[in-house]
């Protein structure tokens, strides 16, 4: 695996950092009771607001890369068939050069003047 660079990790504080704290801030702040129905059923949970909050953003994340994955199965596809296409054609370099190789071998030399 490749180690990643000073300019990526420290990218990845300068982002990081902050969204964690938005995040403790955001439970600290949000800490009452709320109710949560789910319709069809007779249930009703009692749970802290943040932890609703967070669920639901952890959800949209969720639906977010699977919709992403999906709109880029034409591109992985795409991608699968030039890899197969490209490792074809070096294949088929490397028959013609041993070819070539094989047909230099059986010709004479040529005569130095």
């Not at 964690?20 to 009452?32: E, T, Y």
Request: hydrophobic share 50%; aromatic share 8%; with cysteine.
């Amino acid at each position: 695996m490749a180690r990643r660079s000073f300019i990526a990790r420290t990218m990845s504080m300068l982002i990081g950092l902050p969204v964690a704290l938005v995040i403790v801030l955001f439970a600290i702040s949000n800490r009452h009771l709320v109710e949560v129905g789910f319709w069809p059923l007779p249930v009703i949970v009692e749970v802290p607001a943040y932890i609703l909050g967070l669920c639901t953003m952890a959800f949209g994340f969720i639906l977010g890369v699977v919709a992403t994955w999906i709109s880029g199965g034409s591109t992985r596809h795409r991608a699968r068939l030039a890899e197969g296409k490209a490792r074809r054609l070096e294949e088929d370099l490397d028959h013609k050069a041993h070819e070539v190789e094989d047909l230099r071998k059986a010709l004479p030399a040529p005569e130095k003047r």
